[in-house]
């Protein structure tokens, strides 16, 4: 939409109360647990439970085509309180296709976890929390789990030609898991 003076509103917006995006040409993704097979450490818990659960789920808004150099995608993500076994639900994780991309997180409601792995494996884990912004530089492997008993929601921009590279994690995996132990979060 545009008045008599090239002034423009933009076509998307963001609840910032609640990370949900409105708009032309917003994307949605969601994942249940049936489609995240040999995510959780818990084989035998993950066969138990509903596999029409939902997980997580992404909005995400690609202002230029993917692969576009130079370009930026912008997301928000939703993890829902739950457990797979002692595991927290987290996101599938993953590195970029193109290895040196990096990219923005911040939360906005909730408290989470983001994990992060070089591509050596080293493995360490970051707070998330209203307001936490994180930085997650190229080469790095990054997954978040909710530890809390409420949704995890946070925002991401990422480079429209980063990519993204699921099999790695999968086949490699992160090291270290974040469980429950003894009622509080743990990385082992
Ligand atoms: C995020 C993630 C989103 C879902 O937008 O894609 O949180 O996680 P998975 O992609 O691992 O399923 C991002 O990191 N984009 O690059
Ligand atoms: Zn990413």
Known sequence: MSNYCDIKHSPTFVDW????LT???IEESVKKLGELQGLFQDDSAWR???PGTVVYRVQFWRPVKDGTAGGLFWGATEVRPGRVGDEFFMTHGHFHLNPDRAELYATIRGSGMLLLMTEDGETWAETMWPGSVHYIPGRTGHR?????AEPLVFVASWPSDAGHDYERVLTS???KRLVLRNGAPCLV
């Open 17 to 20: 109360s609640t990370g949900f």
């Open 23 to 25: 708009g032309e040409g």
């Open 48 to 50: 138990s439970m509903d």
């Open 144 to 148: 978040v789990a909710n530890v809390g």
């Open 173 to 175: 995996g992160f090291p």
